[in-house]
């Protein structure tokens, strides 16, 4: 299980901004179910020599039995909170919706961003859907905003994949119903 603590600036290579490797799923899932077993077995241990030198203390083994169960109960608590994220299609926690919306914002030609969704694909890879809205008259500029959008996504945000879908700038149009207007 490698979780690496350098903060350093993501590169292209890094998957996540902030330089963590979660590993998969299934991987963590059975470090904490060797873990648990580790853990009950150090508490049957420790049960078993109170016992074997106080013989009226045999409240020990299911005490011990019980604290180190709350143990891997709460080692397993964020295995099962990663699980139904990804399952729900959840945004992932480190990510600031706003945020990237306002960081997608300031790039030049852009008008606005119509949509946009982001979600966990698997434990440490997540992917974008954005709609952007080129400014008026520079429609010729979206392969550059399209770099630039993506370039925000993939290394600013550490996105696996992202899919940016650019459209021409539309003023909205009042089409009034004609049996509204004539009420």
Not at 39 to 61: H, N
Not at 101 to 109: A, G, N, P, S, V
């Amino acid at each position: 299980h490698s979780h690496s603590h350098s903060h350093s600036a993501p590169t292209s290579s890094s998957p996540n901004p902030h330089g963590h490797s979660h590993g998969s799923l299934a991987v963590r899932a059975a470090f904490v179910h060797a873990l648990g077993d580790l853990a009950q077995s150090i508490g049957v241990l420790i049960a078993a020599y109170i016992i074997r030198f106080k013989p009226e203390y045999k409240i020990a083994d299911p005490i011990c039995t019980y604290v180190f169960s709350v143990l891997v109960i709460f080692t397993t608590l964020r295995l099962i909170r990663d699980t139904v994220l990804i399952i729900l299609e959840g945004v992932p926690r480190h990510l600031n919706v706003d945020q990237i919306k306002h960081d997608l914002m300031k790039i030049e030609d852009v008008y606005s961003v119509e949509d946009l969704n982001v979600w966990s694909l698997t434990t440490g890879k997540s992917a974008a859907i954005i709609n952007l809205q080129l400014s008026p008259g520079s429609t010729s500029k979206w392969e550059d905003v399209q770099r630039k959008a993506r370039h925000i996504l993939l290394n600013t945000y550490g996105m696996y994949k992202c899919f940016i879908q650019m459209q021409s700038y539309r003023q909205e149009e009042s089409t009034a119903c004609a049996n509204c207007s004539s009420a």
